[in-house]
């Protein structure tokens, strides 16, 4: 095999809202390289794609997928990405291991707000782009309009003339090439010439190409000018580093299904996108957080991004592996350098499924499958030990949506282990351990996420489990201070018996002050060995709170006077004295509820502003700013906790789908007395009374 160089890869995200037919493009563009036998349908892909349990049942992409072609002598990596909102966290992250995208609209259904986003993202990223309007073919097709969607939303300029639409539709012709493809294609078959009936419409669109590539650098709109035309070197010179620069997006027409239009998009994406070595440096840190950066070249140390980690419970893990520099070979051993800790690469292997072969090396630019690293995690980067360099990467997105996994007594640590193996995979997918609560909470950025991550914990350890509210953090605290109150322990049985007796003053503190205890005593009233036992007493008391069974927070007590007893008096009588006397001061003091209050940063159209404003209002919010910025608006708003764990569903129908947000736990307030009543009669909670 002819070792592959860097100027002959292509690495491309295939982007696009959900149901907008990227995986059956990619399928599409399998067939034609002759990679996969036949073209794959919904719920019975042919080459590996959409291909777990989860997937077939949703008839949807669930994960990013990395396969690769051949067409002509180049190498085309694809990662194949989720729409659906709420796993967008897998596909941003493979935005950063690539060099180029191909943003999918569908014809029927246009640009959505994921089309909107994800092309948001990738302009960030400065990713070169084409688009491609898919379901040419659909009876409900509306391409005209489609076109001018994808006009509103980005620099397009056409580089194809369709032939019809809808049943009507017979293919695609390249203005650039007067190539037609007006036929169900095989590799490589290219039809022509072009149709009498679309000379004058190739004629028209290529002229506007000449023009809007002419328009992009001086030195072209002169030579156009001059000379009335650009040769078709000018023109792809001209459109590669106009598309480079994020000035110009080529629009293309494809049908999955036929397939047509698929041929002419991997030839655009050979000769449009940019190969590795054309991109920038990457930028990254030391060890010791010192910026630098890393050219893309064979000739550089060794340095590679984890964009995806896939864990079967059969075959093991398996890493998708970019090549950012230098040469990464099997047996390598490098280092996880966001952990420190070492990594022996395996086997490096590049194929579909159960075809992969393995490799003998992937030079920078190139995109493997690496098996069964031990500690690396999606995002991570690993480097050459000698030269250590971390990829700087976007923030992962905050967990929007939590839910408790709840399962049978004794399993909750075997779920525990299939969580973490889960957020392993996910980048988006939180999990944590609720000491007060004593619950497995898995977090994420919406319903579907988390019901997904369920099903597979289900498949994967044979555990029956349900998804759940998670139980509110409330706290607890007194809003008046009781003097001298009162707690004591007198027991008598046939030997010892048990003696102490506590007086305290309880008083609120500011928030956030916690749980604050001062020792009083003069005159040895309570001798110094037991003080600690009486504070023992009273932290048992906070813990189990006197309302609804939470914490008690902002509070002073104060130990002022006593009584004990020469023979009598022990640590667990002291324990008990202080635990009464704080249950009964606490009683006297006015107790109430906390709730956990959020901020919340809200960034939705600015037609939407009035409803969500209102909807803020009703869950008890308090808006603190709006902010107004083009067609969009951002509000500042503190929102109890309480009123934000089903609000994710809400924003996207307020907004069809086009809002985000943000939630930050801020700071904890008194709770209206309506929903005080309703927590505490739901808590079903008893004081834990000590026997006498």
């Known amino acids: 095999m002819t070792p592959i160089r860097p100027e002959d890869i292509r690495n491309i995200a295939v982007i696009g809202h959900k149901g ?182 190739v004629a028209r669109v290529r002229g ?98 984890v964009f995806k980690t896939h864990i079967d419970p059969h075959a093991g893990k398996t890493s998708y592996v970019r090549v950012l520099s230098g040469v990464l070979r099997p047996d390598a051993q490098v280092v996880c350098v966001s952990t420190g800790q070492r990594e022996r690469v395996a086997q490096l292997l590049q194929g579909i499924g159960k075809d992969a072969k393995p490799l003998p090396e992937a030079v920078a630019g190139d995109m493997v499958f690496a098996a069964k690293l031990k500690h690396a995690r999606s995002g991570d980067t690993l480097s050459d030990e000698k030269h250590p360099f971390t990829l700087s990467m976007p923030h992962r997105s905050p967990p929007l949506y939590s839910r408790s996994v709840q399962t049978a007594k004794g399993l909750e640590e075997k779920v525990a282990l299939a969580l973490q193996r889960l957020v392993e995979e996910d980048p988006g997918l939180f999990f944590s351990h609720q000491e007060e609560s004593r619950e497995l909470i898995m977090s994420g950025l919406g319903a579907m996420q988390l019901e997904i991550a369920l099903e597979r914990l289900r498949r994967r350890s044979g555990i029956d489990c349900k998804l759940g509210p998670p139980r509110i953090p409330y706290r607890e605290t007194v809003t008046r201070k009781v003097s001298n109150v009162e707690g004591k322990q007198k027991k008598q049985t046939g030997g010892h018996g048990q003696y102490g007796v506590c007086y305290i003053d309880l008083e609120p503190l500011p928030r956030g002050s916690g749980f604050v205890f001062e020792d009083a005593i003069v005159g040895g009233v309570i001798p110094r060995q037991f003080i600690p036992s009486v504070e023992k007493g009273v932290a048992r008391a906070v813990s189990q709170g006197v309302l609804a069974g939470h914490t008690v927070v902002d509070v002073k007590v104060r130990l002022v006077d006593g009584k004990f007893h020469a023979v009598d008096s022990s640590d667990a009588a002291f324990q008990v004295a202080g635990f009464r006397a704080f249950r009964a001061a606490a009683a006297g003091a006015h107790p109430v509820l906390l709730e956990p209050i959020v901020k919340m940063e809200v960034t939705v159209p600015s037609e939407s502003m009035g409803d969500v404003v209102g909807d803020i209002n009703s869950r008890h919010g308090k808006v603190l700013s709006t902010n107004i910025d083009g067609d969009t608006t951002t509000i500042s708003a503190y929102v109890p906790l309480s009123q934000t764990l089903e609000y994710e569903p809400v924003l996207t129908g307020m907004t069809h789908g086009k809002g985000t947000f943000t939630l930050s736990v801020d700071h904890y307030d008194i709770c209206p007395p309506l929903v005080q009543e309703k927590v505490v009669k739901e808590s079903g909670f008893k004081a834990i009374v000590e026997e006498d």
């Open 20 to 201: 907008s037919g990227k995986t059956s493009l990619v399928e599409a563009m399998l067939y034609l390289a002759k990679v996969a036998p036949r073209r794959g349908r919904p719920g019975d892909r042919s080459c590996g794609l959409d291909d777990s349990p989860e997937e077939k049942a949703h008839m949807a992409t669930l994960e990013s997928r990395f396969v690769t072609l051949m067409w002509g002598d180049k190498k085309i990596n694809l990662i194949d990405t989720p729409g659906e909102a709420s796993l967008l966290s897998e596909t941003r992250l493979a935005l950063s291991a690539v060099d180029g995208i191909v943003l999918v609209v569908s014809g029927k259904s246009g640009v959505e707000t994921g089309t909107e986003r994800l092309y948001r993202w990738a302009r960030e990223l400065s990713l070169p782009c084409l688009t491609v309007i898919t379901k040419m073919d659909d009876e409900h097709s509306r391409i005209d309009e489609v076109v001018e969607e994808v006009r509103r939303l980005a620099p397009i300029t056409q580089v194809q003339v369709a032939s019809g639409e809808g049943p009507s539709y017979r293919g695609v012709v390249s203005v650039r090439t007067g190539k037609a493809w007006l036929k169900p294609e095989a590799p490589g078959l290219d039809s022509g010439p072009v149709p009498d009936d679309l000379k004058d419409a």
């Open 208 to 305: 506007k190409l000449v023009d809007d590539v002419a328009g992009t650098d001086d030195a072209l709109a002169d030579r156009y000018l001059t000379e009335g035309d650009l040769t078709d070197e000018e023109l792809d010179r001209g459109a590669r580093a106009a598309v480079a620069a994020g000035k110009l997006v080529p629009l293309l027409f494809a049908s999955s299904t036929i397939p047509s239009g698929v041929a002419g998009l991997l030839n655009t994406i050979v000769r449009v996108l940019p190969p590795p070595n054309d991109r920038p440096a990457w930028k990254g840190t030391t060890p010791a957080k010192e910026e630098v950066s890393r050219a893309p070249a064979i000739d550089q140390p060794l340095s590679a991004i």
